[in-house]
């Protein structure tokens, strides 16, 4: 049985904080090392991405569809979630002048929305 939507978004929200902090982590990392932030970010968002898949698929939405269906669908919605946060990155940091770190705090709440709307939707 699914959960009702309000404990699907928490923990949603939950798992997509601990991959945030793999591609914060990533960020700061590759940003540090003189890596651009648009690009460092997005390589975290990438690497962040199959570890929130599988902890979205075992623990939020406790999903029994086959990976073949619910991975291409993820990764749809995530090359979407991708080019929203990279957009953001630069606009952010480019032109508005925005510290990289509160760029993807904006960014991050963005895609937020974004994903677990269209993965609760959609992908699971």
Do not use: C
């Not at 959960?3 to 939950?14: D, E, T």
């Amino acid at each position: 049985m699914s959960r009702p939507p309000i404990q699907q978004f928490v923990s949603f929200a939950g798992v997509g904080a601990i991959a945030t902090g793999v591609q914060y982590l990533i960020l700061i990392i590759l940003a540090e090392l003189g890596m651009r932030a648009a690009l460092a970010s997005g390589i975290g968002y990438v690497l962040s991405a199959l570890l929130n898949y599988y902890l979205n698929y075992r623990y939020t939405f406790k999903s029994t569809k086959d990976h073949r269906q619910t991975l291409a669908r993820f990764f749809t919605i995530a090359l979407v979630g991708l080019a929203l946060n990279t957009g953001v990155m630069i606009v952010a940091v480019e032109y508005l002048h925005l510290h990289y770190l509160l760029a993807q705090i904006l960014a991050t709440g963005l895609v937020l929305l974004w994903n677990f709307g269209a993965n609760a939707r959609w992908t699971f």
